[in-house]
């Protein structure tokens, strides 16, 4: 379970995020909305240990993130940009962090890798390197990298927003597979159908504050207004 509790993040005087408190239980698929710069990602950054918290705290089965040992094994992270080493090639990419971190022998991350890999019918580019690859394909390559370390959490930032249609759709169907794998998952995203299909739950961010938490169906029947603007827009 993540705890977040009265959470703050600031840059400066320019404050981005204030007083957040959600929780969010084991297993489930939360997805995070709002206008652009309304501070989701910031949010997700801020689970990911990527950015420090201003203020308040957030937890992860009681303990605080920060001290947490070893939390890049119960957390992944998947991000818009793609960070795939551009100087290893596909299969390097996704046995590096579980062989370097002794979570498996070379033999064992190698053979999970492959199954993966022809699970999304893209063992034939195994030995290509990320410059070789569509966008779509590295973006479906970096999911499987954060499968390989077999996180509790994924976290998922705008993975599809540098992505053609086509592209994109291939992410998409690779992620509504991972909600058999009994993991949470927390996605950023502006593609509002795919997460009216994916998420159980909603969480609409505006002004900084979470304004709206709500399941799928509730969150379209809202009488938000500042919500019902937004969902209006991006349709």
């Given amino acids: 379970m993540i705890e977040i509790k009265d959470l703050c993040k600031s840059y400066g005087d320019k404050e981005i995020l204030s007083n957040i408190n959600l929780t969010i239980s084991d297993n489930e698929i939360v997805a995070i909305i709002g206008k652009s710069g309304c501070g989701k990602s910031t949010l997700?950054?801020?689970?990911?240990?990527?950015?420090?918290?201003?203020?308040?705290?957030?937890?992860?089965?009681?303990?605080?993130?920060?001290?947490?040992?070893?939390?890049?094994?119960?957390?992944?992270?998947?991000?818009?940009?793609?960070?795939?080493?551009?100087n290893l090639n596909v299969l390097d990419n996704l046995i590096l962090a579980p062989v370097k971190l002794k979570l498996m022998t070379k033999d064992e991350a190698i053979k999970k890798?492959?199954?993966?890999?022809?699970?999304?019918?893209?063992?034939?580019?195994?030995n290509e390197y990320p410059k070789k690859?569509?966008?779509?394909?590295?973006?479906?390559?970096?999911?499987?990298?954060?499968?390989?370390?077999?996180?509790?959490?994924?976290?998922?930032?705008?993975?599809?927003?540098?992505?053609?249609?086509?592209?994109t759709q291939e992410v998409l169907e690779?992620?509504?597979?991972?909600?058999?794998?009994?993991?949470t998952i927390i996605v950023v995203s502006h593609e509002i159908n795919f997460i009216k299909e994916f998420a159980q739950r909603i969480i609409y961010i505006d002004n900084k504050k979470v304004v709206s938490d709500a399941?799928?169906?509730?969150?379209?029947?809202?009488?938000n207004e500042s919500l019902k603007e937004f969902l209006k827009d991006i349709k």
């Fill in 44 to 86: 997700l950054r801020c689970i990911s240990r990527l950015e420090n918290i201003t203020k308040g705290s957030i937890y992860i089965d009681n303990e605080d993130i920060n001290n947490i040992k070893d939390y890049y094994k119960k957390v992944g992270m998947v991000f818009q940009s793609f960070n795939l080493f551009e």
């Fill in 113 to 126: 890798a492959k199954k993966y890999l022809k699970d999304i019918n893209l063992l034939n580019k195994i």
């Fill in 133 to 167: 690859l569509s966008g779509g394909e590295k973006q479906r390559v970096a999911i499987i990298r954060a499968l390989m370390e077999n996180p509790k959490i994924i976290l998922f930032d705008e993975p599809t927003s540098s992505l053609d249609p086509q592209m």
């Fill in 174 to 183: 690779l992620m509504k597979k991972l909600s058999n794998l009994n993991i």
């Fill in 215 to 223: 399941n799928v169906i509730d969150t379209f029947n809202s009488h």
